[in-house]
């Protein structure tokens, strides 16, 4: 009964690197969506992707990527690691098709703790 | 855009009734969710409620909306040291994929 799962749980990154969190969900869901979370701010939506091959941004998707190649992942790339990207970031993900979902709730990964120094 | 508020901070005494309240500015807004985190983890669904209910009460929990107000909060009965957590509110737009807006959370702390 795995759900969502995150990897790493927790990474320490150079300005300028890069990395990919990735981000797998076992329960069929067309829907998911990438997060961040900053300290004391509700969660700001990343990308988001309503079905394997479509992506879309969100509210704050500069400097990062995404890719959905399969419905179970949804990867996220960080291409030039900046300091303003130290954040907790959470992968959610939900049923979706059509209106008759949409009081479906979206499922949480235990996130990725990432610090850029 | 829709901007939904909570206040940072709740301190309750154990046993007593937690109020977590939450405002939105959306009149569309057709879903609304609240969400626990637990240090470290993810954040855990709740309860939503449908916005042509006023109410719906599910064991401790119970979820009162007002629409004229654009106004939701959440009552924890009988609140225990396990309900110590981060608690957001999210709304839902009809139609809308990116769905969800969240509050910037709650910090429940539940005294002994």
């Known amino acids: 009964n795995a759900g969502v799962t995150q990897t790493p749980k927790f990474r320490i990154l150079k300005i300028g690197q890069s990395m990919t969190l990735q981000c797998t969900q076992d329960?069929?869901?067309?829907?998911m969506y990438w997060y961040r979370q900053d300290p004391g701010m509700g969660l700001k939506l990343i990308y988001y992707s309503v079905g394997a091959g479509i992506t879309d941004k969100g509210e704050v998707p500069n400097g990062y990527n995404v890719s959905r190649s399969t419905t179970e992942d949804f990867p996220l790339r960080l291409e030039l690691a900046a300091p303003s990207q130290t954040s907790v970031y959470f992968c959610?993900?939900?049923?979706?098709?059509?209106?008759?979902?949409?009081?479906?709730?979206?499922?949480f990964g235990d996130g990725t703790r990432l610090s850029i120094l | 855009g829709e901007d939904v508020e909570q206040s940072l901070f709740l301190s309750v005494r154990e046993g007593d009734s937690s109020v977590i309240n939450c405002t939105y500015t959306d009149s569309s807004s057709t879903y609304l969710y609240w969400y626990k985190q637990e240090p470290g983890a993810g954040l855990q669904l709740l309860t939503y409620i449908f916005s042509n209910m006023d109410m719906k009460q599910d064991q401790r929990l119970t979820v009162l909306l007002n629409k004229k107000d654009k106004h939701l909060s959440l009552r924890i009965a009988d609140t225990q040291t396990g309900d110590s957590a981060i608690y957001f509110c999210?709304?839902?737009?009809?139609?809308?994929?990116?769905?969800?807006?969240f509050g910037s959370g709650t910090q429940l702390t539940v005294l002994p």
């Open positions: 959610a993900s939900r049923e979706g098709g059509g209106e008759r979902y949409s009081n479906q709730p979206q499922h």
């Open positions: 999210a709304v839902k737009r009809s139609g809308s994929a990116r769905q969800l807006t």
């Open positions: 329960m069929n869901h067309n829907y």
